[in-house]
């Protein structure tokens, strides 16, 4: 299989580019997924990481593959240079140019997929059938939905094991009970996310990287909030949809999990 014939795999298992590009149009949303690094031959093997970083572009190297699929865009803004010597994104495509390894990023369609990261993070908390914020053809982005009634202490713990991470924190009265979440993967608190999680009714909102005053108003609303790290929050679905598409890919393949950002 070549990276074109990996790309169409994706897009008809998970889900189109097109998906991403149609979010963009409708929402004024940025974003770059599809193939960004070509090299031309044919895929000896698939290495899986969330992130486009140096670990996993080393990582994708020693394990003698020649194509990183990732979930967060290997360009999204501007870059400058290629540098093997210096750090960051630069240097990884520089690694991935010099020893011949292709990048294919799925980024926002992803998210939204019928079963992507957004869904699993749904999953993930206890959720099963939703009211959704946005939504395209195929696809939604923003949850509300109704979980077994649990303390938020207990929730918090559930969380720090399904998730894998050690590093969620929890806003709010830990002994009041959550029955229904509203969750929105990545960096998903903003004012509209907060106008439909409590237009919802949901007593708990779920996200990463939210601001101190997002928080505050969340709380004083009488919503609970629970912080998930980004990588730990999107990880956790991103891994769900490898093990969906593994056995498809008729190459040999791994998932690269970065402990030291969950």
């Known amino acids: 299989m070549n990276v074109r014939q990996i790309l169409e795999l994706l897009e008809s298992a998970v889900a189109p580019v097109s998906l991403s590009d149609e979010l963009c149009a409708k929402y004024k949303m940025y974003d770059n997924s599809g ?3 070509d090299t031309g031959e ?3 093997g698939c290495l899986f990481s969330l992130d486009f970083s140096v670990r996993a572009a080393e990582e994708a190297v020693k394990q003698g593959y020649n194509l990183i699929i990732t979930h967060h865009p290997a360009i999204y803004g501007g870059i400058n240079r290629l540098d093997t010597i210096g750090d960051g994104k630069a240097k990884a495509l520089a690694l991935c140019i010099k020893k011949g390894v292709s990048v294919i990023s799925m980024h926002l369609n992803f998210d939204a997929a019928p079963e992507g990261i957004d869904y699993y993070l749904m ?3 206890g959720g ?3 009211n959704t914020m946005l939504t395209v053809e195929g696809g939604a982005y923003g949850r509300v939905y109704d979980i077994e009634p649990v303390r938020i202490a207990e929730l918090l713990t559930r ?3 399904v998730f894998r991470t050690r590093r969620a924190v929890a806003y709010g009265d830990e002994n009041a009970t959550v029955r229904r979440v509203a969750s929105f993967c990545g960096a998903g608190c903003d004012g509209q996310a907060m106008l439909f999680a409590r237009a919802q009714g949901a007593d708990c ?3 990463s990287d939210l601001k101190h005053h997002e928080i505050a108003e969340l709380e004083e609303s009488g919503m609970a909030v629970i912080e998930l790290t980004h990588y730990s929050a999107e990880a956790y679905g991103f891994s769900r949809i490898y093990e969906n598409v ?3 890919l008729r190459v040999p393949s791994s998932f690269f ?3 030291r950002l969950a």
Do not use: M, P
């Open 257 to 259: 999990y970065d402990e």
């Open 42 to 44: 044919e895929v000896t």
């Open 35 to 37: 193939i960004i690094v």
């Open 123 to 125: 999953r993930g908390l």
């Open 205 to 207: 909102f779920v996200s």
């Open 128 to 130: 099963k059938q939703c």
């Open 246 to 248: 593994k056995r498809q």
């Open 159 to 161: 969380i720090s094991s």
